[in-house]
Structure formats: C-alpha cells, structure tokens
C-alpha cells in the first residue's frame, strides 16, 4: 500500500475529452487503460480515491487460473465448455501479465510456481478426487499427490497445478501507469463520478461535480459497479477476507501457492524480503461483509492455523482485510452494461481479481476497438445461469433480513451510551443512525442507510467504518463514501456535539 502507483496524479480540473474514460483505477481499470493506449485510444483514468488506493492494494497476489471455489462446481452451473474457456482465459491472464512485465521491465516480484491444493486435515479426501476429475475434464494441467510441504500434510491428499504464479501488484500497475502516461493517457485521483449520459450522437458524458468528461466510450471498474442499481449486484454478493503476514527465513518453505479445502479456505504465498527474511502471506476467515464484527478472533484463528502447518513462521508483520464480490456462478461479469450501448462494465472478480482484472482488460478493450475475443461469452454481464439459482436465492435473501433490522431495537439506548472509539446503530425515532465517538470524543452521527439502496449499515471496528451487507458498500466515520456501489454521502443526524 506504500507504493505510489501514480504520484502526478491529480484531481480533475475543468472539462476534457478523450477516446475512453475509465472509472475506477485498480487492477482492471489500469489494465484496461494499458491495452486501449496500446491500441491508440485516448484514455483518461479516474478514481474516487487515491490511485490503485482501494481493494488491489489488499490482495494477496495468487495468480491462479483455475476457479478458486472449484472446478468441479463451476462445472455444475457451466457446463464443461464455459468452464475450459473460463480456465483458458484466466491462464491467459497469468501469460498477458509476464509478457508486459517484460516488455515494459517492470521489476514486480513476478515469477511462476506451482500451487497445491490440498486435502484439510480432518477432512475427506473425496473433494480431491472430484476436483482431479473435473480439472482434467477441462485439460488444465493437473498432478495428484499425497504429501504436501506443509508441517502435518505428510499424508494428506493434493493436487499441484503448474504455471501458476505472483507478483506484486501495485509495483506492476505504477510500471502499467508509467507506460499509459507515455502514451498521453492521464490520470485524476480524488474526482467522485457522480453521473452518466448516453448521447444521440454516440458519446458518453460522465459528470463529477461541475466537471465532465466526454468520450465515445467508458468502462465502469469501480470494484461494485456505480452505473446501475439491480442489473448485477442482485447476481453477487460481498464477502469481507483477512489477511496477515508473517516473516519468515527464506528457503524455510518451498515458494509455492497453497489452499486447502475448507470453507471458507485458507490461501497462502510467500512474498520476497530483504536479506535473509521474506513475508509469508496468509488469509482466510470470509464472512459476507457486515455480517461480523470479530475481526481479532478470526486473525487469531489464522494465526492458529498458520503456526501449525508452517512452525517457521515468525513475528507477525501486517494485517489487513479487503473484499471480494462473488458471483452466483463464479465468474466475473465483463462487457457492455446491460442496457447500455457504449457503457462497459467489470465487476465480480469472485476471489480471484488479479486474473479477472487482466481478463477483463483484454475482452473490454477488444471490444471497444471492435477486436474479436472469444471469451466475451463466458463473462457476458447479461447472461442468465438457471443452475445457479440456488446461489441467487441464498445471497438475496441477505437484503431481505437486511431491511427488516430497521424494526430492530438499536444497538444502545442512546449517544451517551457510545464509548470513545467505538460505532454503534442507534435508533432515533423511527430512523437510525449510525454513530461513531473518536478517540477524543467527538461524536459522528449520520444515517444507517446506505445510499445506494438504503440496506442498513454495520459497524466494521478493524478498518473503522460502515459496511453495507447488502452490495458492499463502505463509508468513512464522517458519511463519506469509500467503496462502490454508492456515491452520495451518508446524511448527517443533528445531535448535541455531533462533528460535522
């Protein structure tokens, strides 16, 4: 996160025009920006917030081809078919990564290894069996073992997947941005798109407070979409992730990716150090974003789980949370915005948002530059998976005990009740409020409804601010938006000595 990915960044001034807007500068915006300047196009990049500032800085880097929550259940809602050409375009990705890290000698970490998926201890290894036979279905590159290099895995059943790989992230997308700017692309960092327009005669105009910009194209990569309300966020749901790392001697373990197979799964890589030390990388503990407030209990859970599978592990250095978006049938929805003629969108990355990002890069801008890509199919964002609607059912149901919380009692009887340091829903008459006292005891009031469909807020004490369960929204203690769906800030509750 101490990267600055793009220091001449600033925020939008005036009006511009350009070829392609991009909203959103992570994984896929940036990626997206990279291959439309390739190809000529005039790109401008814009973000809410710092560039590459948002969920990419908090990922853990598993360049990984296969369908994270399984082959065999991809299978299931896919077919055989869509889930070779999901696997054949997510390794492809990997492929685009190395080739442009090369070409622009971006020094990134970046490097192939081999990942295995492994049998949990205490666990059946049928999950192996069936994953072995459905990769091979598909013709991805698959070894069964029994015996991995973890502490405790001597026996257990696996599978190794060769080419995988890693990188550092936010290294690669400032050797991404460095590139685009050469090209004449730019970049606008704390610019709040708050509108779209479609013209008659074929441009799109987005609109950031009294600023526009005007182009024959833009795609939406803001993590959650901003550009509609229900098309695709009924077809996802967020899910919070935690991550820490750990110093470790190097060669202690082999450089490898890992996961096992329970659910929600652990994953773990090791990123390179200085000296005689690198970082192991470690995370897991999911939970649908909102739904627990319990953040130590799960990072002592993986620190548990970690210091019994790899004794070399040391003095824990970092710890972190993000968000994935998973979608009902596992794959990431890239293309035109449903209902839209010259608006492309990129979302859903389902846990594995490196790849997607890449994905998404390569089929958004061949079709904008009229290319043909023959993966558009598999990420179609207005495709229907009747087989999945087991998943849309049980997801969506999440908004519906959502909004019934407005008839909760709050949390505590009253503000004066709030300690310094802590959040807490707190009812005021027929409305509630979400409300936060800093550590100097200022109070921060606004409403606990989130502003892009009005889902009941909850309070995140790890990273301090609100999430809304139901399409992943967050907000800063004072109202103010961080992550996409929503735009508008949370209205402000008058109370005696609330901060404005």
């Not at 990626?31 to 190809?39: C, K, P, Q, V």
């Not at 799960?298 to 019994?308: G, H, I, V």
Request: aromatic share 8%; proline share 4%.
């Amino acid at each position: 996160m101490d990267v600055a990915v793009a220091p001449n960044a600033t925020p939008l001034q005036g009006s511009k025009e350009c070829d392609v807007v991009i909203i959103g500068a992570a994984i896929a915006g940036i990626s997206t920006a990279y291959e439309l300047a390739l190809g000529g196009s005039r790109v401008i990049v814009v973000d809410r917030g710092k560039i590459a500032g948002g969920i990419t800085a908090r990922t853990t880097a598993h360049l990984a081809p296969l369908c994270d929550d399984l082959t065999s259940a991809m299978i299931s809602f896919r077919g055989e078919e869509m889930s070779r050409l999901f696997y054949e375009s997510q390794a492809a990705a990997v492929d685009r990564i190395e080739e442009i890290q090369k070409r622009e000698s971006i020094d990134c970490d970046f490097r192939r290894l081999d990942g295995y998926l492994f049998q949990a201890l205490n666990t059946d290894s049928k999950i192996i069996e069936d994953e072995l036979e459905a990769v091979r279905k598909i013709g991805a590159p698959v070894d069964r073992l029994v015996g991995i290099p973890l502490a405790h895995c001597g026996q257990q059943h696996a599978l190794r997947y060769t080419r995988q790989g890693t990188f550092h992230p936010l290294r690669y997308l400032k050797g991404l941005v460095a590139a685009i700017e050469a090209k004449s692309g730019s970049f606008h960092s704390d610019t709040v798109v708050e509108g779209f327009e479609e013209r008659d005669d074929g441009k799109v105009i987005i609109t950031a407070g009294s600023r526009t910009i005007t182009a024959r194209a833009a795609v939406v990569a803001t993590n959650a979409p901003i550009v509609d309300r229900f098309a695709l966020h009924t077809k996802m749901a967020p899910y919070r992730t935690y991550a820490m790392a750990f110093s470790i001697p190097k060669g202690a373990i082999l450089d490898a990716l890992y996961w096992d197979t329970l659910d929600p799964y652990h994953y773990v890589r090791l990123q390179p150090g200085d000296g005689r030390t690198d970082f192991l990388i470690v995370g897991g503990g999911d939970h649908k974003s909102g739904e627990a407030d319990d953040a130590e209990v799960r990072f002592q859970a993986l620190e548990a789980w970690t210091r019994n599978l790899i004794p070399a592990a040391q003095n824990v250095t970092h710890r972190w949370s993000g968000q994935v978006l998973d979608t009902i049938d596992y794959a990431g929805f890239i293309g035109r915005n449903p209902g839209s003629n010259k608006i492309y969108v990129h979302t859903g990355d389902s846990g594995q948002g490196m790849t997607h990002g890449v994905v998404g890069a390569m089929i958004n801008s061949a079709l904008i530059l009229g290319r043909e890509t023959k993966w558009a199919d598999v990420y179609e964002p207005s495709r229907k998976t009747p087989a999945a609607i087991g998943n849309f059912l049980r997801e969506n149901v999440t908004a519906v005990k959502n909004f019934a919380e407005y008839l909760a009692p709050g949390e505590l009887a009253d503000v004066s009740d709030l300690k310094a340091g802590h959040g807490a829903i707190i009812r005021q008459g027929t409305s509630k409020i979400a409300a936060y006292r800093d550590p100097s005891g200022a109070l921060y009031a606004r409403s606990a409804a989130c502003t892009h469909v009005g889902c009941h807020l909850h309070w995140n004490s790890f990273e301090t601010c609100w999430d809304c369960p139901c399409h992943g929204s967050h907000f800063a203690i004072d109202g103010t938006p961080l992550n996409a769906p929503a735009i508008g800030p949370l209205a402000e509750e008058h109370q005696a000595g609330t901060t404005p």
